[in-house]
């Protein structure tokens, strides 16, 4: 140390980087205020000719006198140095710990995933963590549904419902913005699906250059396990629908095991199904369930029977809520002329108060019969012509109608009420239908799922209907078998065709076929997907014979069971004014919830400016009602954010419009207590792989994490900061004072005054 660095405390170098200041407060000012007035009383004094001074003694004694006061005020200033230096910073660490319920499996080396992760990477304890915590400033963070510091065991309890990677990931990146982050390391069994919010936050972590390391805990493979996945059941159904639903399952070491499938209803068994589990990892398992009676929403319970060998029986239940519609599906029927057929149709379907049929018959030029209409002015002017009249149907049934009975503004009609409006059309076989009836030529023609040929004026054969291999699955044909679904149908009278229909488009799909004896089987029921709807013939133009013949019983139900199976078959898929979806498709308590709503005027184009409402009713009955806001960057389209607070069925009822354009659509959420984090629960390594190569990172195995200590790269930063280098007990200043007081003491002295 110099000499100047001991009289000033700090190097010269500093001095010349840096500038003085002082650091003076009011008490500095109260106590140099006092020493100016005791100054100002002495100086009076020791130049007052009072005292019998000599003059040059006088100013002498004065000078010294201010002097040390004088350095006595500037030490209780406080001067400082303030200089900007570089500062070196350790690295910063984030340890992601997953703390979602999945964490609860006993499949990592004996023990729970969450003891192995707590035996790694638990704050000051944790193998892992000691080791890094003596290079790094390790933070622990551990993540659900949200992300948040931990700082002991305590704090892991794997109790979330759901383990956002995302959110965890986003957390760890703008919390510790200012910090030297080095690296992240993810400890998780990477139960989460791969998100374009999760692809956002890695391609933010390769620009910033932090990578990722991630760590699997779990076993990649069950040993033995059933797990039921996913259920499927149609979005519409209607009272008295037997309720056909696909379960889809997979499995791990059972395949062989005879196991049993069960549908029950608040505890009330509905359908119980043996199967045996086949070699294959994931299969599907079509169920039918005994008809629904009451309107309104369902919820179903979906379980595997589990035993003794099952490693995981959280993933053998699936509840799952079923909507059957309270309105009844409108139905519009047009003739061109009196038949037969209007009058066993309406009688086949009046006893089903899910089916409302409107008839329409042509009987003269502009003169219209009408049966069935909701009010004195509906089709009073004949078959519609605007959208709003015509949308209101959920099914459209044209009979012996000549294309030329519908003018070109009601045949585009047809083609919009189809393709945007998402209708069903139903053609049937007559005098006056398909070739015959001059559709080839028309703008109708496109819409059908069959060829049409020449016109053949008085063609007229009886066929024997039997059901193609796929028609014998449909459930339509299944609905008509006597027997077991697939064993065809039983003996039923021949049907009369008079329009020769042998071939159907590509895409369309043959459900029934006729024989006459003839080389080429005809087509009797087909349809095809056409736009957002359906397009359907059924080419026969007396179905009323399997209900009138003779060698039918008085009590068959089979001509009833036809077409009110078709109808409600065609009305499922229909478009409905309101879409309604629920984000994510199974919530968890405490999760947000965002339902969209996609509303559509009468004419089924988007509302730019809808009046929506939301009613949420919770399991406990509690009412709420929320507004909509419009979707950012996406017209006509509406959000409405919900937090589901308890487990259990959610019933929403979206509103449309006032009375006189209103539009109600109901739906349901079942928010699951754990989520689906017991689904797809083995370790999910290629997700974890992905994360760790996205971002520069590597991916470890737990047992084989040891080399993670290593992997994370030593990250060292500086940063330029400023310091206030105290100089008021620096050695000189008080040299200096202690020089001044001694050489007032000395004259004082040697003048004799002292």
Do not use: C
């Not at 400016?609 to 009613?615: E, F, K, M, S, T």
């Amino acid at each position: 140390m110099g000499v100047f660095e001991f009289l000033f405390k700090y190097p010269a170098t500093l001095y010349r980087q840096g500038t003085l200041q002082l650091e003076h407060g009011w008490m500095a000012y109260a106590l140099a205020g006092a020493l100016a007035v005791l100054a100002a009383l002495t100086l009076a004094q020791y130049l007052s000719r009072s005292l019998p001074l000599r003059r040059t003694d006088r100013l002498v004694l004065a000078g010294l006198r201010a002097a040390w006061v004088a350095m006595l005020v500037l030490m209780l200033f406080a001067p400082v140095l303030t200089v900007t230096v570089a500062q070196t910073l350790r690295g910063d660490v984030v340890l992601l710990l997953d703390d979602s319920q999945s964490m609860r499996i006993a499949d990592a080396a004996g023990m729970t995933r969450g003891a192995r992760l707590r035996e790694l990477f638990a704050p000051g304890g944790g193998e892992l963590s000691r080791a890094l915590e003596e290079r790094f400033t390790v933070h622990h963070v551990g993540f659900g549904l949200n992300a948040g510091r931990i700082a002991g065991n305590s704090v892991l309890n794997f109790a979330a419902p759901r383990s956002d990677l995302a959110d965890a990931l986003e957390h760890a990146r703008t919390r510790l913005q200012g910090a030297t982050l080095g690296a992240v390391v993810l400890v998780s069994d990477g139960g989460a699906a791969l998100s374009d919010d999760l692809q956002s936050e890695l391609l933010a972590y390769r620009a910033a250059g932090i990578a990722v390391h991630t760590v699997g805990i779990g076993a990649p493979r069950f040993s033995d396990d059933v797990e039921l996945a996913t259920v499927s059941v149609p979005e519409r159904l209607f009272p008295g629908d037997l309720l056909r639903a696909e379960v889809t399952l997979r499995q791990r070491g059972a395949a062989g095991r005879q196991l049993n499938l069960q549908v029950t209803e608040d505890g009330v068994l509905l359908h119980r199904q043996a199967f045996e589990v086949p070699r294959t990892h994931s299969f599907t398992l079509p169920v039918t369930v005994a008809p629904l009676k009451a309107p309104g929403t369902h919820r179903l319970s979906f379980a595997v029977t589990s035993d003794a060998d099952d490693q995981l029986p959280a993933n053998n239940r699936l509840d799952v809520p079923v909507q059957l519609a309270s309105a009844p599906v409108q139905v519009l029927h047009f003739e061109g002329e009196p038949r037969f057929e209007v009058k066993f149709i309406r009688r086949a379907v009046r006893d089903d108060s899910s089916l409302q049929v409107a008839s329409l018959i042509r009987t003269a030029e502009n003169k219209y019969y009408r049966v069935g209409v909701a009010d004195a002015e509906q089709l009073l002017t004949g078959f519609p012509e605007e959208p709003a009249a015509l949308f209101g149907f959920d099914v459209i049934v044209l009979g012996s109608v000549a294309a030329n009975l519908l003018n070109a503004a009601q045949q585009q009609l047809l083609k919009d009420y189809v393709a945007r409006r998402g209708g069903a059309l139903l053609l049937l076989g007559a005098r006056q239908a398909f070739a015959e009836g001059g559709y080839a030529a028309s703008e109708l023609s496109g819409l059908l799922p069959v060829r049409l040929q020449e016109k053949q004026s008085g063609f007229r054969t009886r066929v024997s209907v039997t059901p193609t291999a796929i028609g014998a699955l449909h459930p339509v044909v299944q609905a008509l078998s006597r027997t077991a679904p697939g064993d065809g149908l039983p003996a039923l009278p021949a049907l009369t065709l008079v329009n020769p229909l042998l071939a159907v488009k590509p895409g369309a799909t043959v459900l029934l076929e006729g024989d006459d004896g003839g080389p080429e089987p005809f087509v009797v029921l087909a349809y095809q997907r056409y736009g957002r709807g359906t397009v359907a013939v059924l080419a026969t133009r007396d179905t009323w014979r399997w209900q009138m013949h003779s060698s039918v019983a008085s009590d068959d139900m089979t001509h009833e069971t036809l077409w009110r199976e078709l109808f409600r078959w065609l009305a499922r898929p229909v478009r409905p004014r309101i879409e309604l979806q629920a984000d994510p498709a199974y919530p968890v308590p405490g999760e947000q919830m965002r339902i969209t709503a996609t509303p559509l005027d009468t004419g089924y184009q988007p509302l730019l400016a809808a009046d929506l409402r939301l009613v949420v009713t919770t399991p406990l009955g509690d009412r709420h009602t929320l507004p909509f806001s419009p979707r950012p960057g996406e017209n006509g389209s509406y959000d409405a954010v919900f937090t589901a607070l308890e487990p259990g069925l959610h019933e929403l009822e979206a509103t449309l419009g006032d009375e006189a354009d209103h539009a109600v659509r109901r739906a349901a959420v079942e928010v699951l207590p754990a989520g689906e984090e017991f689904r797809g629960a083995e370790l999910n390594e290629p997700l974890l792989r992905h994360i760790a190569a996205a971002t520069g990172g590597r991916y470890f195995r737990s047992p084989e994490a040891g080399g993670l200590d290593r992997a994370v790269a030593d990250v060292q930063g500086d940063t330029r900061i400023e310091k206030r280098l105290p100089l008021y007990d620096a050695p000189a200043l008080f040299v200096v004072l202690v020089v001044l007081i001694g050489a007032e003491w000395f004259y004082r002295r040697r003048r004799g005054l002292a």
